[in-house]
């Protein structure tokens, strides 16, 4: 679609229009920058949804490969018994987490029920 294959990112000029592929690299790297569970949850979001530092609202929830679901639970779950040892481990992200979508590649994700505005 649009002459972009699965490894590009998404872009303003050409917004969610096939499932991205998302590292761990890329995974720890929001986790190494957030200070409490809002940052790294929106540091997920902006990794995948173009513009979405500019963005009003998401509606709908990105879906992604079991791997990638795994990963990013066991992440956010570590870092909440370290930097939130008052929230139960994992919680905040299970409110915004992206649904398992077992038909993409384990690190794709997927943004085909998501709306920017």
Same mark, same amino acid.
């Given at each position: ?12 000029? &050409?917004? %969610? ?12 790297? /929001? ?12 540091? %997920? ?5 173009? !513009? ?7 509606? !709908?929830?990105?879906? &992604? ?8 639970? !066991? ?29 993409? !590649? ?9 709306? /920017?505005?």
């Amino acid at each position: 679609m649009f002459g972009r294959n699965k490894t590009q990112k998404n872009t303003p000029d &050409c917004p %969610l229009a096939v499932p991205v592929e998302v590292s761990k690299t890329e995974i720890d790297s /929001v986790f190494a920058a957030a200070l409490n569970q809002g940052d790294y949850i929106r540091g %997920l979001y902006a990794l995948v949804v173009p !513009g979405f530092a500019q963005a009003r609202a998401v509606h !709908g929830y990105p879906t &992604c490969g079991a791997a990638a679901a795994a990963y990013i639970a !066991g992440r956010a779950e570590a870092f909440d018994r370290r930097n939130e040892p008052g929230r139960a481990p994992g919680l905040g992200w299970q409110n915004y987490r992206w649904d398992v979508d077992w038909t993409l !590649g384990a690190w794709e994700v997927s943004l085909a029920h998501v709306r /920017v505005e």
